[in-house]
């Protein structure tokens, strides 16, 4: 392993561990939450560095394996009660806040560029343009929840445009990889996300950034509760368990 992938494996492994983090605080630091990151992060990371991922002629993909239980995780949170009062509870601060990985993701990508591990698609200079999400998320953040200027529509069109962008470099990445569902970066697929560390990406950082953006929409259409940004930031453990509208931040 080179020094400059070495350095690389290392930043993204900060890069997952703030994503989880920035989840971590938007669930009021549940240990049940922080218990679930921590196993996928131990299992997936486990399969990586067995190389079990590296197998890219087996049908169906293994592949399958890093975004199918957690999008399927995503679906059944939205379709239980159980799972609605989870999201209804998630601060919508913290989950605006969390997309600001996306900014070090992208570099860590056109660093896994330059060294062949992934296609030009999957970077900024390519396809990718998920890095405008991340740039804007702070303002976003400041300007919706810390000193609220922008209104439902303005979050909601933001959340909407950032999911558009994630589920373009989704696609594009997934089509990277080779196997029987490969369409394009023949000359430099997307292997990089078959290894240790960077199976974390599509397996645990992905549906993180979509859960959030997923959540957030929910939140504003469905009026759901969460506990605003003020008072979580202002208050003690206390806040934690005043819930109000999750849209009241933003009137």
Same mark, same amino acid.
């Given at each position: 392993? @080179?020094s400059s992938?070495?350095?690389l494996s290392? +930043?993204f492994? #900060?890069? @997952? ?5 920035l989840?971590y ?8 939450? #922080?218990g ?5 992060l131990?299992?997936?990371g ?6 079990f991922?590296?197998?890219t002629?087996a049908?169906p ?8 239980p957690p ?6 949170l939205f ?11 998630l601060?919508p601060?913290q989950l ?9 993701v992208e570099l860590t990508?056109? /660093?896994l560029? #330059?060294?062949g591990s992934v296609?030009?698609?999957? *970077?900024?200079e390519g396809r %990718?343009?998920d ?9 976003v953040y400041y ?5 609220p200027?922008w209104g439902?529509?303005?979050?909601r069109?933001?959340n909407?445009? /950032?999911l558009?962008t994630?589920? %373009?470099?989704i696609? %594009?990445a997934v ?6 569902l490969?369409q ?6 997307n292997?990089a996300?078959l ?9 645990v950082?992905?549906p993180?950034v979509l859960l959030?953006?997923? *959540?957030?929409l929910?939140?504003?259409?469905a009026?759901a509760?969460?506990?605003s940004? @003020?008072a ?5 453990p206390?806040a934690? @368990?005043t819930t109000?509208? +999750?849209?009241?931040a933003?009137?």
């Amino acid at each position: 392993m @080179t020094s400059s992938l070495i350095v690389l494996s290392l +930043a993204f492994g #900060l890069i @997952t561990g703030l994503a989880g983090w920035l989840f971590y605080r938007a669930a009021h630091r549940s240990a049940r939450v #922080l218990g679930w990151l921590l196993a996928f992060l131990v299992l997936q990371g486990a399969a990586a560095l067995a190389g079990f991922f590296l197998k890219t002629d087996a049908f169906p993909p293994r592949t399958a394996l890093l975004l199918g239980p957690p999008l399927l995780g995503i679906g059944l949170l939205f379709a239980t009660a159980r799972g609605r009062r989870f999201l209804a509870g998630l601060r919508p601060d913290q989950l605006t806040l969390l997309h600001v990985v996306r900014v070090p993701v992208e570099l860590t990508l056109l /660093g896994l560029y #330059l060294l062949g591990s992934v296609p030009r698609l999957m *970077t900024f200079e390519g396809r %990718n343009w998920d890095i405008l999400a991340g740039l804007s998320a702070p303002l976003v953040y400041y300007f919706a929840f810390r000193r609220p200027r922008w209104g439902r529509t303005a979050l909601r069109a933001w959340n909407v445009l /950032g999911l558009a962008t994630l589920l %373009n470099i989704i696609v %594009n990445a997934v089509l990277a990889i080779p196997g029987p569902l490969q369409q394009w970066g023949f000359e430099q697929p997307n292997v990089a996300v078959l290894q240790f560390p960077f199976v974390w990406l599509p397996g645990v950082v992905v549906p993180l950034v979509l859960l959030a953006h997923l *959540t957030v929409l929910w939140q504003l259409r469905a009026g759901a509760v969460a506990v605003s940004a @003020t008072a979580a930031a202002g208050a003690g453990p206390a806040a934690a @368990t005043t819930t109000r509208p +999750a849209i009241a931040a933003l009137l």
